[in-house]
């Protein structure tokens, strides 16, 4: 079964709001990464958290990480049309930290 | 980070027949993988292609019916075998260079089967 739920599994929101989408997981982990897919496209790398890290910013980006909760959200602040996309959370667990296991992903969809 | 071409990007297949999807990096990465994203859906992972030698498989995923190449450090092909509609779904490469966390994935190459 997949490692990663994520919550909402789809989010409408007005251009200008913040969208947070949360991550959970089951086992321990190395890292936990978020990626962005457009519709049609392969995914692109947003930002990654260490297991020993609690909050990590990159521009409008906030990811927090509970490892005691095995969860993480992410944090859209000042949302724009261009943000609509799925998101998706991603762990690389201790063992076999070489490869990624997706959650289910958000449908985030902003509305102008 | 590196760039990733798949093609073909979409292809419509006949029940019963292969199809090989491939992937080029433009340059040396350690690891490359292939997932499968059916519609809607997230990724799960088929296989870790490996460099000169056979590519070590998930859990439900068999070599027959993927059979995958990774000739050198910069390219990969996933077969998909005998297809049937279920096989229907979006495939992704993706890779990692060497020290790296962090996957490139190509655009995806989407298949349906009739």
């Known amino acids: 079964s997949q490692q990663g739920e994520e919550d909402p599994q789809a989010l409408s929101i007005q251009e200008g709001e913040n969208a947070t989408m949360n991550c959970s997981y089951k086992?321990?982990?190395?890292?936990l990464q978020w990626y962005r897919q457009n519709s049609g496209r392969g995914l692109v790398h947003l930002i990654l958290?260490?297991?020993?890290?609690r909050e990590k910013h990159s521009g409008r980006l906030r990811v927090t990480l509970d490892t005691s909760k095995k969860s993480s959200s992410l944090l859209i602040t000042a949302s724009r049309a261009a943000d609509t996309a799925s998101y998706f959370c991603?762990?690389?667990?201790?063992?076999?930290?070489?490869?990624?296991?997706f959650g289910q992903g958000t449908r985030l969809t902003i509305n102008p | 980070s590196a760039v990733i071409s798949q093609k073909p990007s979409r292809d419509i297949c006949q029940r019963g027949t292969s199809l090989t999807i491939q992937c080029q990096v433009d340059?040396?990465?350690?690891?490359m993988f292939w997932y499968r994203q059916q519609p809607g859906q997230s990724l799960t992972l088929i296989a870790t292609?490996?460099?000169?030698?056979?590519?070590?498989?998930e859990s439900g995923f068999v070599i027959d019916k993927f059979p995958i190449s990774r000739p050198n450090l910069t390219f990969s092909t996933l077969t998909v075998s005998n297809m049937s509609p279920e096989d229907s779904s979006i495939y992704l490469c993706?890779?990692?260079?060497?020290?790296?966390?962090?996957?490139?994935f190509g655009a995806g190459s989407r298949l349906t089967v009739l």
């Open positions: 993706s890779a990692r260079r060497s020290g790296a966390n962090v996957l490139t």
């Open positions: 086992t321990s982990i190395n890292n």
């Open positions: 958290i260490r297991s020993n890290e």
């Open positions: 991603a762990t690389a667990l201790i063992q076999g930290a070489q490869k990624l296991v």
């Open positions: 340059s040396q990465v350690t690891m």
């Open positions: 292609a490996n460099q000169g030698s056979e590519a070590t498989y």
